[in-house]
């Protein structure tokens, strides 16, 4: 991991704390409601990321899932980084 990705890494999680997201509290498989929940995406888009192989879901019948917190935490953190990525591309062009 480059110090680039280790230092959004530890900036997301202080966030996640700093917003009571990050806590010991959440269960590292979430039904679909408390994923929504924790993420701050949607139920429909985490269905969607989990069938593109963007995060981590067991379907336990129907439609109920229960999603892994840690690869919704790698999702987040990579979307973050690519937020940033393009910020500086766009700091860096002549106004």
Same mark, same amino acid.
């Given at each position: 991991?480059?110090?680039?990705?280790?230092?959004? @890494? %530890?900036? !997301?999680?202080e966030?996640l704390? #700093? /917003?009571? *997201?990050g806590?010991?509290?959440?269960?590292?498989?979430?039904?679909? @409601?408390m994923a929504?929940?924790?993420?701050? /995406?949607?139920?429909?888009?985490l269905?969607?990321?989990?069938?593109?192989? +963007?995060?981590?879901? *067991?379907?336990?019948?129907?439609? %109920?899932? !229960?999603? #892994? %917190? +840690?690869?919704? #935490?790698?999702?987040? !953190?990579? +979307?973050?980084?690519? /937020?940033?990525?393009? /910020?500086?591309r766009? %700091?860096? !062009?002549?106004?």
């Amino acid at each position: 991991m480059s110090k680039f990705e280790e230092k959004l @890494k %530890k900036i !997301l999680k202080e966030t996640l704390m #700093d /917003l009571g *997201v990050g806590t010991p509290s959440w269960p590292r498989w979430m039904p679909s @409601k408390m994923a929504s929940r924790y993420s701050g /995406l949607s139920d429909k888009t985490l269905r969607r990321l989990a069938r593109e192989g +963007e995060i981590y879901a *067991v379907n336990i019948g129907g439609k %109920k899932f !229960l999603f #892994d %917190k +840690e690869s919704i #935490d790698e999702y987040l !953190l990579k +979307e973050k980084a690519e /937020l940033q990525i393009h /910020l500086d591309r766009i %700091k860096d !062009l002549p106004i």
